[in-house]
């Protein structure tokens, strides 16, 4: 059996010095006297205080039976005197730490975004976003120069595709329905645009255009994500997708060359679409 530490009031134990000599120290100021240890016998079912000399014998006044050792120990656990704690024989359950406040489910915000995007492939660009109607994330900013840019085209009457991406090139500020103005800290376009039919009347390798009849209505894929700061340190990720663009769309691409499969080396686009503005944040802040 293990070892316990308990208190006992001098009442329960033997008052002759004899017994504090052989069977551990006692403090008559506060009454109390402090059993260290207890030990069975496997062999013999008897108990006895470490620390005698003698072996126990049923005369002896702290000889118990291991049935009445059993019944004193569990009164002690349960009911002690002073508040005696159980340090090795009954341990503390561990404490299980506090559970992390759940993330606070993300906002879904719907409007009618007019998107301006003017960028090449050799010098930064600009990304206007408003919502015309509706909530979501306004923003202004200066991105990169295309990054992967591509334009195929398969002649005016059959269409063709651009794709790209570009991401922040400097903090920019946007506005954040229910929050306010905040600093954009990240932001990643990524664009991919099917055209059912275009206008070159150059010829390959100059610059196309095309207007909102013009492009495909399930083939237009615009993503802005990244993440933002507000004025009082809270930071939300976001993802902006557009959907199908309406009137009042197109714009113009500049091949790179006359290839079918050509880079872009610049491109000026209007989109007018509905808007769709996840927004995420946390109780613990996002790092």
């Not at 316990?4 to 551990?24: A, D, K, Q, V, Y």
């Not at 205080?49 to 049923?58: A, D, I, M, V």
Request: net charge positive.
């Amino acid at each position: 059996m293990k070892a316990i530490h308990t208190f006992l009031t001098t009442s329960e134990l033997p008052r002759t010095p004899r017994s504090w000599g052989r069977f551990g120290h006692g403090r008559t100021q506060n009454s109390a006297f402090t059993v260290t240890k207890f030990e069975v016998a496997e062999s013999n079912s008897r108990g006895r205080l470490l620390g005698s000399r003698c072996p126990p014998h049923p005369e002896d006044p702290w000889y118990v039976s291991r049935v009445h050792l059993r019944t004193t120990f569990a009164t002690l656990l349960l009911i002690g005197c002073g508040g005696g704690q159980a340090s090795t024989l009954a341990q503390a359950a561990p404490t299980q730490p506090a559970e992390a406040d759940p993330s606070v489910p993300p906002s879904v915000l719907s409007g009618d975004g007019h998107l301006d995007c003017t960028i090449s492939s050799k010098d930064n660009g600009r990304q206007k976003l408003v919502m015309r109607s509706g909530q979501g994330l306004e923003f202004d900013v200066t991105v990169s120069p295309i990054v992967d840019g591509t334009v195929r085209t398969k002649g005016p009457d059959k269409g063709g595709s651009y794709r790209f991406t570009s991401h922040l090139a400097a903090p920019g500020t946007g506005t954040l329905s229910g929050v306010g103005v905040v600093t954009l800290e990240e932001l990643e376009t990524k664009v991919n645009v099917e055209m059912q039919r275009y206008d070159q009347p150059a010829g390959p390798g100059t610059e196309l255009s095309f207007r909102s009849e013009d492009m495909a209505s399930r083939g237009v894929y615009i993503e802005f994500a990244g993440k933002a700061r507000a004025a009082n340190g809270d930071k939300y990720a976001f993802k902006i997708t557009l959907g199908a663009a309406g009137a009042g769309s197109g714009g113009k691409v500049m091949p790179a060359s006359d290839a079918a499969n050509a880079p872009i080396q610049s491109k000026m686009v209007v989109v007018v679409a509905p808007a769709t503005t996840v927004v995420t944040t946390s109780v613990r802040k996002l790092p």
